[in-house]
């Protein structure tokens, strides 16, 4: 299995994730937060085409994770999963695609890979977070979540490969020239996570297998990259560099598992 982001941030966000087995390679998108004409464009960078994929996971309603999807999967005949709330909220659920909807800690296989959406807190319809796996190796995603939760941390430990969110710093937040409301949303606990949160998450989970460590969804105005991985990298015990960023503009080219 290798994974590998076309790009993340409050612009867009989408990552790719495909696994091998014998002659038969399964592609899956999460979120597709770009034009449909955007992702094609990402995705060739990564040497896949759109009618290669074999389907497409959102995790909630929001422009930058939603984006191009509907017309991405309507054009490429592409099968969309989602959770009946967000499919609601984007009109899904009265479109012409192939929906699939999801329902929390309910996996479904696609191909060679088992999806396991799980539910968190964040201020959506009905939002789900995903765990890939081939049977080999887990890969988890957490993004766009207020806070943690024992479930969280139940669902993410153990995996060999962790996509986090580290938003934005505590104090850039407080003295930035956003609006007080738009504030108290990101920081609250139906918001996004902060670095120190992120890394105390991280602090949580049974990191044994753990092998690649991404910071994802910052802030361009509220935080920078360096703040984020070293929050991360004091609980591995590892150097920054260590801790790789996923960015709005390039992603992050494929990692392997």
């Known amino acids: 299995m290798r994974f590998a982001s076309l790009g993340s941030g409050s612009e867009g966000n989408a990552l790719l ?25 990402r995705l060739a960078r990564l040497d896949v085409r759109p009618d290669q994929l074999d389907a497409i996971f959102i995790t909630h309603e929001h422009t930058d994770h939603i984006g191009g999807a509907l017309t991405l999967a309507r054009k490429w005949s592409i099968p969309l999963h989602m ?53 080999a190796s887990r890969l988890g995603v957490l993004t766009d979540v207020g806070v943690a939760t024992p479930h969280i941390t139940s ?72 703040l984020a991985q070293a929050a991360l990298a004091a609980v591995l015990g590892a150097t920054a560099t260590d801790v790789m960023v996923a960015t709005q503009t390039d992603g992050f080219d494929w990692l392997s598992l």
Not at 107 to 114: E, K, P, R
């Open 17 to 41: 994730v495909e696994s091998t087995s014998g002659t038969t390679t399964t592609r899956v998108l999460l979120d597709c937060g770009f034009s449909a004409k955007e992702v094609e464009r």
């Open 83 to 135: 959770s009946w709330g967000t499919a609601r909220a984007v009109g899904a659920d009265d479109a012409p695609v192939d929906l699939h909807v999801l329902w929390g800690d309910e996996s479904v296989a696609v191909g060679n890979l088992h999806v396991l959406p799980y539910t968190v807190p964040h201020d959506a319809r009905e939002p789900l977070q995903y765990v890939f796996s081939d049977g």
């Open 155 to 226: 669902t993410l430990s153990g995996c060999d490969a962790l996509v986090l969110e580290s938003n934005h710093d505590v104090e850039m937040l407080a003295t930035s020239r956003y609006p007080a409301s738009l504030k108290a949303r990101i920081g609250g606990m139906h918001g996004h996570l902060n670095n120190d949160a992120a890394a105390a998450i991280l602090a949580s989970l049974d990191r044994s297998k753990l092998r690649h460590l991404v910071a994802a969804h910052l802030s361009q105005q509220n935080n920078l990259p360096a």
